[in-house]
């Protein structure tokens, strides 16, 4: 069973507007969220995480992510898009079972347009 | 401090033969995670330690593969008689703990010809 999907693999937007890239999950707990940047030729980057805090979380560079229950969502999102954004972005799940898997979504790629 | 540090950066290998890809975690870091990404696709979960023992390696995906990490610190992920299907980036990341975020080193780009 998929434990997370990102429904994009590839999302484009002008420099200036807003990002959206989109996270679902499915959970029979509680789960912990995370979303990675992954620069060309660099390493995975934490840019936020959701671990049963404030619901709506802040990262670095501009981004938060909100959590919804209801709606097993943990969108990503920024008010106004960078060039150095351009990069994959990946949404993880960390699931409570006996285990510490950590899943990654597909991941979706990022075009930022001048 | 020091990130994750992973070697080789490329392994270029014929089908059938042996590696050895090494990583070596942040100091202090209990928990460490090997993944293995191929192109297109996100990093798939193969084995996490927790200090000396392998906590879960379930991800490992025949009996070919093989991971240790004998003093709680350094790992290293073992690949018998390569296949082609082999190659791929493989990733390793480190964790204070088995809660928290992992940090990721840059990966071995692992070729099998």
């Known amino acids: 069973a998929q434990s997370v999907t990102q429904l994009d693999s590839h999302v484009s937007v002008s420099e200036g507007t807003p990002v959206l890239l989109r996270c679902n999950y499915s959970?029979?707990?509680?789960?912990?969220l995370f979303w990675y940047v992954q620069h060309p030729n660099k390493g995975l980057q934490l840019l936020l995480k959701?671990?049963?805090?404030?619901?709506l979380v802040k990262g670095i560079n501009g981004f938060e992510a909100e959590f919804k229950k209801s709606e097993t969502s943990f969108h990503l999102t920024k008010p106004s898009a960078h060039m150095s954004d351009a990069a994959e972005y990946f949404c993880?799940?960390?699931?409570?079972?006996?285990?510490?898997?950590?899943?990654f979504g597909t991941g979706t790629s990022l075009t930022v347009i001048p | 401090g020091a990130g994750v540090s992973q070697t080789p950066s490329n392994k270029v290998t014929e089908k059938g033969k042996y590696v050895e890809l090494r990583c070596d975690p942040i100091?202090?870091?209990?928990?460490l995670y090997w993944y293995r990404q191929s192109l297109g696709q996100g990093p798939e979960f193969l084995i996490y330690?927790?200090?000396?023992?392998?906590?879960?390696d379930s991800g490992l995906p025949n009996d070919r593969f093989f991971a240790v990490r004998p003093e709680g610190s350094v790992s290293t992920l073992k690949i018998q008689r390569t296949e082609r299907g082999d190659s791929a980036v493989y990733l390793c990341?480190?964790?204070?703990?088995?809660?928290?975020?992992?940090?990721f080193g840059p990966g071995t780009r692992l070729t099998v010809l």
């Open positions: 993880v799940v960390r699931l409570e079972r006996g285990g510490n898997q950590f899943y």
């Open positions: 990341a480190s964790s204070p703990d088995r809660v928290n975020e992992q940090f």
């Open positions: 330690f927790q200090g000396t023992g392998a906590a879960d």
């Open positions: 100091s202090g870091h209990t928990a």
């Open positions: 959701y671990t049963s805090a404030a619901t």
């Open positions: 959970s029979s707990y509680s789960p912990s």
